[in-house]
């Protein structure tokens, strides 16, 4: 059951490592290709700024990840729900069938409390004669 979701899901997992990846190669290639321009002085900022790119495109992937597997959970959860409600009426299906009836014995159970109760009076709650 919801074999298009979790294929869908899996696509875009696969597509958010991949932005993960691409953004960590990004970042390094950048951060090299700044420190080479700097006439023999690296600057650390100048190569933070343009790893920046790259750390951005990681940073995007990882959330894609996050929702992605978030997207999975709620898959799961409606998967099972629906395996839960089967066995919910599977079990209904055979107490009907058992002749059993719920209803009068509730009612039956209620009107023995209700008279428990009756005679159990406290004593302050004796009527004064």
Known sequence: MYGTARFFLTLLE???WLAVFAGVVIAFVLG????????G?????????????GAICSVI???????????????D???MT????????????AINSSGFN???????????QRKQE???????QWPRI
Do not use: C, Y
């Open 61 to 75: 992937g990882i959330w894609s990840v996050v929702l992605v597997q978030v997207g999975r959970a709620n898959v």
């Open 41 to 53: 002085q690296v600057s650390t900022s100048v190569v933070m700024i343009a790893a920046m790119p």
């Open 14 to 16: 696969v597509m958010a």
């Open 82 to 93: 629906h395996d839960l409600l089967v066995l919910s009426r599977k079990q209904l299906e």
């Open 32 to 39: 090299v290709q700044a420190s080479k321009t700097g006439f």
């Open 118 to 124: 009756h005679l159990n009076i406290e004593p302050t």
């Open 77 to 79: 959860i409606a998967d």
């Open 102 to 112: 719920r209803s009068m014995d509730i009612d039956s159970a209620a009107e023995s």
